[in-house]
Structure formats: structure tokens, C-alpha cells
């Protein structure tokens, strides 16, 4: 038998497939990407969150003022010049941002008020009542409109908040009874004669309330109850 054997009888070899590329280093790679980025996002709204602490944000149409407890940055004291709309740096254990509004404010001092203990509402306050030599009353409804004109004032003198309407409603309703109280029980029914006294009653009370840093535009008497 010959050695020789027929080179087509032997099937084919075929050349072994070439391996695919592991994925496992790039879906690695992605992997520590994603935790990388929400590392940085976690890391930086922390950040914002620490520095809003330290933030006063002051709009176009209110005053504010600085008052610094400890002289650091800032002179010790309530600070003259009031602060440019904008963000503002500050250290809350020892500085402090007064803000007031700088529009025209209305005080409203009406008949059927009732206390509320609520800071959204400081602008509304019982009528006025004026008591007549025959003891009787008049109850008088009021609109006083005022505004801001030196935030520096009212903090030094009145203090921070909302304390700056009790002071403007107590001197308003103050100088209001004293002119009311010298009208007859009939010259409330006279119009004009409520405007005249209205007025007189506003250049007293500015008398007052312009050296504090306020000032009262107008006041208009809306409603009176005879008895």
C-alpha cells in the first residue's frame, strides 16, 4: 500500500475566528465617568446650598441695610449707605440685612378689623375713634399712605421688621384725633371740612416721621360711623 495519500481527501482546514474585543473595559471606563460627574454635581449643589447661607438677595424695588455686630469686613454698626439690588456677601452670626420696601405703602385702619396675629397682614390696624365732649364716638376709617425715605433711620431709631407701621400708625392716629376731636358732631358730615383736617393732621405727623426716615404722602378719611 503507497504512503501517498490524496490531498483532497482530507477536508479543509479552516483558520480559527478571530476573538471580538472585550467590552469590559470600556463599560468600566463609562462607569467610573458617570460616578465621576455625579461626584462633581452632588459636590457643587452642596456647595451652592453652604453659600446661599451667606447670600442676601436684594431686589430693585427694596431698601436694605447692613448692620454689622462685629467689625471684620464691614464697619461695626447700621451702615448709612443702602445696598445695590444684587447678591450680597454676608456672615449671619454677625452681620444682619434689614429690608424695606420702597414703594408707596398703605395703612389701612379700618371699623370692622380684627387683631390677627399674622406678619403678612402689618399694614392693617383698628379705625380710629374720637370721643366727642357729649361722651359719645365717632369711628373714623383711615387710608395713610407713606413711604421709606431713609432706611438708616428706621433701624437706628425704630428698629428692624415691621415695628416701622406701628410707629406711623401711632402717630397718625395721634395727630388724627387731636384734629377731629375740635370738629362740632355735624361737621362730619362735611366733605371738604374731612379733607382740611386729613391734611392738617398729615403735615403734623411729618413733623414727626420725616426725621425717622418716613413720610406720609396723603391720608384719606373713607368712612365715617355716627353714633
Given at each position: 500500500?503507497?504512503?501517498?495519500?490524496?490531498?483532497?481527501?482530507?477536508?479543509?482546514l479552516?483558520?480559527?475566528?478571530?476573538?471580538?474585543p472585550?467590552?469590559?473595559?470600556?463599560?468600566?471606563?463609562?462607569?467610573?465617568?458617570r460616578l465621576?460627574?455625579y461626584t462633581?454635581c452632588l459636590?457643587?449643589c452642596?456647595?451652592l446650598?453652604f453659600?446661599?447661607q451667606?447670600?442676601a438677595?436684594?431686589?430693585?424695588?427694596?431698601?436694605?441695610?447692613?448692620?454689622?455686630?462685629?467689625e471684620?469686613?464691614?464697619?461695626?454698626?447700621?451702615?448709612?449707605?443702602p445696598l445695590?439690588?444684587?447678591l450680597?456677601?454676608?456672615?449671619?452670626?454677625f452681620?444682619?440685612?434689614h429690608?424695606?420696601?420702597?414703594?408707596i405703602?398703605?395703612l389701612?385702619?379700618?371699623h370692622?378689623?380684627?387683631?390677627?396675629?399674622?406678619?403678612d397682614?402689618?399694614?392693617r390696624?383698628?379705625s380710629?375713634?374720637?370721643?366727642?365732649?357729649?361722651?359719645?364716638?365717632?369711628?373714623?376709617?383711615?387710608?395713610v399712605?407713606?413711604?421709606?425715605?431713609d432706611p438708616s433711620?428706621i433701624?437706628?431709631?425704630?428698629?428692624?421688621?415691621?415695628?416701622?407701621?406701628?410707629?406711623?400708625?401711632i402717630?397718625?392716629?395721634s395727630?388724627?384725633?387731636r384734629?377731629l376731636?375740635?370738629?362740632?358732631?355735624?361737621?362730619?358730615k362735611?366733605p371738604a371740612l374731612?379733607?382740611?383736617?386729613?391734611?392738617?393732621?398729615?403735615?403734623?405727623?411729618?413733623?414727626s416721621?420725616d426725621?425717622?426716615?418716613?413720610h406720609v404722602?396723603?391720608?384719606l378719611?373713607?368712612?365715617v360711623?355716627?353714633?
Amino acid at each position: 500500500m503507497s504512503d501517498n495519500h490524496n490531498i483532497d481527501s482530507f477536508p479543509l482546514l479552516k483558520p480559527p475566528k478571530a476573538a471580538k474585543p472585550s467590552t469590559v473595559g470600556k463599560s468600566s471606563v463609562r462607569q467610573w465617568l458617570r460616578l465621576i460627574v455625579y461626584t462633581i454635581c452632588l459636590v457643587g449643589c452642596a456647595a451652592l446650598l453652604f453659600l446661599s447661607q451667606f447670600l442676601a438677595k436684594v431686589d430693585s424695588d427694596q431698601w436694605a441695610i447692613r448692620d454689622t455686630r462685629i467689625e471684620w469686613l464691614h464697619p461695626r454698626g447700621i451702615q448709612k449707605e443702602p445696598l445695590k439690588a444684587g447678591l450680597h456677601f454676608y456672615y449671619p452670626r454677625f452681620e444682619s440685612i434689614h429690608s424695606f420696601p420702597k414703594q408707596i405703602q398703605v395703612l389701612e385702619l379700618f371699623h370692622k378689623y380684627r387683631a390677627v396675629q399674622d406678619e403678612d397682614t402689618p399694614l392693617r390696624r383698628p379705625s380710629i375713634r374720637v370721643m366727642k365732649s357729649n361722651q359719645s364716638f365717632v369711628d373714623v376709617d383711615v387710608q395713610v399712605f407713606f413711604h421709606i425715605q431713609d432706611p438708616s433711620e428706621i433701624v437706628s431709631r425704630i428698629g428692624p421688621g415691621h415695628r416701622y407701621v406701628h410707629r406711623v400708625y401711632i402717630i397718625v392716629k395721634s395727630q388724627l384725633q387731636r384734629s377731629l376731636t375740635e370738629m362740632a358732631m355735624m361737621d362730619f358730615k362735611n366733605p371738604a371740612l374731612l379733607v382740611l383736617k386729613a391734611e392738617e393732621a398729615r403735615d403734623s405727623s411729618n413733623e414727626s416721621l420725616d426725621s425717622e426716615g418716613m413720610h406720609v404722602e396723603q391720608i384719606l378719611i373713607t368712612h365715617v360711623y355716627m353714633p
